[in-house]
T-cell receptor
Framework: SQQGEEDPQALSIQEGENATMNCSYKTSINNLQWYRQNSGRGLVHLILIRSNEREKHSGRLRVTLDTSKKSSSLLITASRAADTASYFCATGFSSNTGKLIFGQGTTLQVKP | SAVISQKPSRDICQRGTSLTIQCQVDSQVTMMFWYRQQPGQSLTLIATANQGSEATYESGFVIDKFPISRPNLTFSTLTVSNMSPEDSSIYLC??????????????FGSGTRLTVV
């Protein structure tokens, strides 16, 4: 079953603009990760944030985590047409089963 | 991070038949997982493939429909049995970093796009 929800489900922006995607989850987590998927192929790991971290940066990516609200956001700054893809958050559990449970995903279109 | 070779990349199968999907990892990994992604949807975890023992299935998935083998720490197969059009999906294998929750992310195979006609 899906752990949480993402919004928006779809986002269309112009190249150079920033894109923000939000993810909510339901249970206690060990970490939260963001992945990108191009055209229904394999997923690419973008960034991981641990439950004791509040913000993390990687290049043009900024992730925040609010465990009190059980929510996270992914910000992509200065977007490019190549950023067009589906983005998924995934939660790893404190039970350390190793399982990743995925959110519903946001489809991002960046127009040149 | 690990590199996964997943085969086949796509297949079109007749209803009632079975398809076996293979994932080969270039290094030994403890935790290996199988996911299903239905058209336009997110990934749903099918099961955890355990080396040397039976797979651990998530709610809604059963061994008779999705038998999984994990003969060693670098290889696993997922079989989709007695297929119906509802099984048309992308199937992906994934491995966890060592240790799980470590700084790297999970690695995914490139996926098998299955169409059942």
């Amino acid at each position: 079953s899906q752990q949480g929800e993402e919004d928006p489900q779809a986002l269309s922006i112009q190249e150079g603009e920033n894109a923000t995607m939000n993810c909510s989850y339901k249970t206690s987590i060990n970490n939260l990760q963001w992945y990108r998927q191009n055209s229904g192929r394999g997923l690419v790991h973008l960034i991981l944030i641990r439950s004791n971290e509040r913000e993390k940066h990687s290049g043009r990516l900024r992730v925040t985590l609010d465990t009190s609200k059980k929510s996270s956001s992914l910000l992509i700054t200065a977007s490019r047409a190549a950023d067009t893809a589906s983005y998924f958050c995934a939660t790893g559990f404190s039970s350390n089963t190793g399982k990743l449970i995925f959110g519903q995903g946001t489809t991002l279109q960046v127009k040149p | 991070s690990a590199v996964i070779s997943q085969k086949p990349s796509r297949d079109i199968c007749q209803r009632g038949t079975s398809l076996t999907i293979q994932c080969q990892v270039d290094s030994q990994v403890t935790m290996m997982f199988w996911y299903r992604q239905q058209p336009g949807q997110s990934l749903t975890l099918i099961a955890t493939a355990n080396q040397g023992s039976e797979a651990t299935y998530e709610s809604g998935f059963v061994i008779d429909k999705f038998p999984i083998s994990r003969p060693n720490l670098t290889f696993s197969t997922l079989t989709v049995s007695n297929m119906s059009p509802e099984d048309s999906s992308i199937y992906l294998c994934s491995v966890a970093p060592v240790p799980p929750g470590g700084p790297g992310g999970y690695t995914f195979g490139s996926g098998t796009r299955l169409t059942v006609v």
